[in-house]
């Protein structure tokens, strides 16, 4: 039988592939990706791929038809079953397999669905992505034959691999940890059987079609219920998951929700007591305050582009022990592999609580205080973000100002900094300024509203914001 198969242009992103079940997005597009997929293994000389989904309702038949397709393309298939994406992150590492594909649809709505995929030890994403689609539509795969398939429990040696690492001794924290009904669940469950302290699980069930709350824990209202329990039990931190568990959400034990450039800080600090002077990489929407923290504790921080793919892929080229997003996306390359794991993030945070002497929120308040907007998007032509973005540096640098270009325009001041990017998954632009003052944050806000209204565009910045 002859293959090809086009996909629904707006699945194939950045990241991963990913859509609306049943939309744009079924299981003939997961035999699609299995097929080439596997092909694109075969072809750099691979055969063996883990493959693994989350906990929404379409997810086993989704794997089952991309495992189909794999097997197709002559991959030797390990299975690790349902559970979080950096389970099968790990199983690829220690499986040494020759690639990965988790069903995922991360924290997207229950009715959404995706593919993450791992070529060899590296992210597959970007170019990698648009050129599969293009094999799938060219029916360029290799020919069909028979591959196998070999279940893997890696429960175990994964929980096992995450406490090597918890450096906390006996000391019993107060913990309440939120899995908003996702797929850590199961390993949650049993790590806390583990881990010292005091222990409440909020939404611990597998549950697809989320009940609780959005499984997103950068979106505060998300968190609403983590800071109530927080607040109520006198806990010492609140951690929350995003579907797939390969972002992290943490709340102090006043009952405050810390930023990803905040407890990035915290993490910094202890890994560069360890490795001195190393590179620390956070993402251009950042707050000033990580990346001067960062040098003040020894370090050399690096801004880097926004996108967990992206983020990874400079920290292996850069041999960074630790790095970051704003979304809550934190890699450990220091005695972990480098990808992204909200289970081992929190391991490491709960080390740091426990051996030192103030709480999470003294932490917090000791940070230098500014105030900033969250991050504001609007909708822009998926043909005019790029350019509108270019138009803008441009004028900046024609008037002198010092622009930092690395991922959209981000621009410092006397007040503070903005930054104007194209996102790379939707068809929106996003903004972001910090200042020392309200009235500093005023002007900036002023200023980036000038410039997109240069370029015909008219965002409304009213309302947007906040301190931290």
């Known amino acids: 039988m002859i293959f090809s198969h086009k996909f629904d242009v707006s699945s194939l992103r950045e990241y991963d592939i990913r859509g609306i079940v049943g939309e744009t997005l079924d299981e003939a597009d997961a035999f699609a990706i299995g097929r080439t997929f596997g092909s694109i293994v075969a072809k750099s000389g691979g055969k063996k791929v883990a493959v693994g989904y989350d906990g929404r309702l379409s997810s086993p038949a989704l794997e089952a038809k991309l495992i189909e397709g794999l097997t197709a393309s002559g991959m030797d298939v390990i299975t690790v079953g349902c559970g979080p994406t950096p389970m099968l992150y790990f199983a690829a590492f220690t499986e040494h397999t020759d690639g990965a594909v988790m069903v995922t649809g991360s924290h997207n709505p229950s009715n959404y669905n995706g593919f993450k995929m791992m070529l060899g030890k590296k992210p597959f994403f970007g170019q990698d992505i648009l050129t599969l689609g293009k094999l799938a539509a060219a029916g360029d795969v290799v020919p069909a034959t028979t591959g196998t398939v070999t279940k893997k429990d890696v429960h175990e040696a994964y929980l096992a691999r995450l406490m090597q690492d918890w450096d906390g001794g006996t000391k019993k924290l107060k913990i309440i940890w939120d899995n908003g009904n996702g797929a850590a669940g199961d390993v949650l469950k049993q790590l806390i059987k583990k881990l010292p302290g005091d222990h409440t699980i909020l939404n611990g069930e597998i549950d697809g079609t989320f009940p609780a709350h959005h499984p997103d824990p950068t979106v505060a209202k998300n968190l609403e219920q983590l800071v109530a ?135 917090r308040e000791s940070l230098p205080q500014v105030v900033n907007t969250p991050e504001i998007r609007f909708d822009c032509a998926e043909d005019r973000k790029f350019a509108v973005v270019e138009e803008v540096a441009e004028r900046l640098k024609a008037s002198g100002e010092t622009v930092c270009d690395t991922d959209g325009v981000r621009v410092n001041t006397e007040d503070g900094w903005w930054l104007l990017r194209a996102s790379n998954t939707q068809a929106v632009l996003v903004a972001r300024a910090e200042a020392n003052s309200p009235a500093g944050l005023s002007r900036l806000k002023s200023i980036l509203a000038g410039q997109l209204s240069a370029s015909g565009l008219a965002p409304d910045f009213s309302g947007n914001n906040a301190g931290h």
């Open 229 to 363: 329990a927080v607040r109520k039990q006198h806990a010492d931190i609140g951690i929350a998951f995003d579907g797939d568990a390969d972002r992290i959400g943490l709340v102090d034990n006043s009952g405050e929700i810390l930023f990803g450039d905040q407890f990035l800080i915290l993490m910094a600090r202890d890994i560069l007591k360890s490795h001195p002077k190393a590179t620390i990489i956070a993402d251009v929407k950042a707050s000033q305050v990580l990346f001067d923290e960062i040098a003040k504790a020894g370090g050399t921080p690096l801004m880097w582009k926004t996108g967990h793919s992206l983020i990874k892929s400079k920290m292996a080229e850069t041999n960074a022990p630790l790095a970051g997003e704003m979304s809550g996306h934190i890699f450990f390359n220091d005695k972990w592999f480098g990808f992204d794991d909200a289970l081992y993030a929190a391991i490491r945070v709960l080390g740091i609580i426990a051996r030192g002497t103030e709480t999470l929120a003294a932490f």
